[in-house]
């Protein structure tokens, strides 16, 4: 009796053990762990910050179905090779420039032609949707774009000299990113590629004659408010973060899990909005009390400048999308 007493004794324990650990180990072994890499590092751009806004709130909601964790940017994958790393499985998350994308999706930063509140629209909405199709096509799933409204987040123009209309730019060396190079040769100007490092000599120097960049994104952190002078005062093309995701790993999600991703990306695009609307009044502040001076064009040119730049950049669009989506992505931007 002693001795089956004793080996009952070692079954309950035994069972307890197995009951009190078992669901720990399990859901340790459910949990889900994706790696997440972006274009530029945290704590120094503010459109980084909101790639970091992202996952947090993605971490916070799963409450422990899925984590993602942050391995750096450009020191883990050079910066114009994310988007090819991303399709080929390397990491599972990304963030950065939405024209990063235009190698693998020719025109797969619509976005930043929008001129809605929220550039895509938002999970489930028409223009969003159709971002989707577009980059399923190349093995990623379009998660969404963050930016501010259409008056902030955008690319601007800094010149060395006074513009008063287009006219004025013709024939300076601007530099450039890729997404604006073309209203910047639809105004006659040359445009010079740069990367933001060497901006400040090239201005130092006269090597380049004005930029574009969307100030609210770290214009001070790199110092150009001590050597430009004059800022556009008139958007560009709209700016922000896209995030993705590589198909394969976004179709192994659970669908409670997606849907979980899926309300991180709207919370994270509303927070954005006044995010960049600060960050921008507090660069322009400090670039303002540094000198710099800025430009209003008059009613007639401001229109000018806005038509411009939007047939310069659907101009480029219309050579890389078929007939058939390059319509549809007309109406669904309300062109």
Known sequence: MKKHSLIGLA?????????????????????IKLNMVGSWPPKVSAA???????????????????????????????????????VKGVFDVWYGAQNYWAGVVKAGYLPEASPY????????????NFMVRMYEKKGIRYLGHYSGDPKTGSHFMYTQQPVSSIGDLKGRKIRVPPLTRF?????????VTLPPSEVYVALERGTVEGFTW???????????????????????YR???????????????????????????RYTQ?????????????????MTKAGMKVINFSKAEAKIWKDTAADALWAHYKTVMSAGDYAEARKLMGF
């Open 11 to 31: 079954a309950v324990a035994l069972l307890a053990l197995l009951m009190t650990s078992g669901p720990a180990k399990q859901a340790g072994a459910e949990a």
């Open 48 to 86: 980084a910050d909101l790639g970091i806004k992202f996952m947090d709130e993605v971490n916070k909601r799963a409450k422990g179905k899925l984590v993602i964790t942050f391995k750096g940017s450009r020191e883990v994958v050079p910066t114009f090779d994310q988007p090819e790393a991303l």
């Open 117 to 128: 509140e929220i550039g895509d629209n938002g999970p489930g909405s028409d223009l969003w």
């Open 183 to 191: 209203v910047v040769k639809a105004v006659g100007a040359e445009p």
């Open 214 to 236: 969307p100030y609210y994104d770290g214009f001070t952190h790199f110092g150009w408010h001590e050597v430009s002078k004059f800022i556009i005062n008139h958007p560009l």
């Open 239 to 265: 700016n922000g973060i896209g995030v993705a995701m590589n198909l394969k790993k976004w179709n192994s999600l659970p669908k409670d899990v997606q849907d979980i991703v899926h309300e991180a990306v």
């Open 270 to 286: 509303i927070y954005s909005l006044g995010w960049v609307a600060a960050h921008q009044a507090a660069q322009l502040s400090t």
